[in-house]
């Protein structure tokens, strides 16, 4: 978990939040088309699924990246002032980040492969070696 530094604006605190409210929800309405637009796509539902699954593993992520922050704050107004932040105390966990790396990049090479429309064989070679590598990149960082 991070440590967070004392003197956030809340301009700087507000932007963030908006930024992660804005993302929650594009990669969740993007996680519902493409899984909507399954039955209209013929020849690559496989990976039209997996990036479903890539937008819903995002979503989840940026939800709790979003709980982590706004815990991690306290915006006051004195007498509709000028708003304060102060630090809550509560760590912020940037932690989710790589987890969600750590799953999609994976998942986002084995859709690149499955596009192409290689043969089986070479399909499941090139999953297995890439899904393999990506994992052991994002973990090494």
Same mark, same amino acid.
């Given at each position: 978990?991070?440590?967070?530094? $004392?003197?956030? @604006?809340? /301009? ?6 908006? =930024? ?7 990669? &969740? #309405? ?36 979003? $709980?982590?922050? @706004?815990? /991690? ?6 007498? =509709? ?7 809550? &105390? #509560? ?41 393999? /590598? ?6 090494? =960082?």
């Amino acid at each position: 978990m991070a440590p967070l530094p $004392d003197g956030f @604006s809340y /301009a700087e605190v507000n932007a963030t939040y908006n =930024g992660l409210s804005f993302g929650i929800a594009a990669m &969740g #309405s993007a996680t519902i088309f493409f899984w909507l637009q399954l039955p209209n796509v013929k020849g690559y539902r496989t990976a039209i699924t997996i990036t479903g699954f890539v937008t819903l593993i995002a979503t989840y992520h940026c939800i709790r990246i979003f $709980d982590s922050w @706004s815990e /991690a704050f306290t915006v006051s107004s004195k007498d =509709g002032g000028d708003y304060t932040v102060q630090l809550t &105390g #509560s760590p912020f966990n940037d932690g989710y980040r790589y987890v969600d790396w750590l799953l999609t990049v994976p998942l986002l090479l084995i859709e690149l492969i499955l596009v192409m429309k290689l043969p089986q064989a070479e399909t499941v070679s090139l999953s297995t070696k890439l899904g393999l /590598a990506s994992t052991l990149m994002v973990a090494l =960082g």
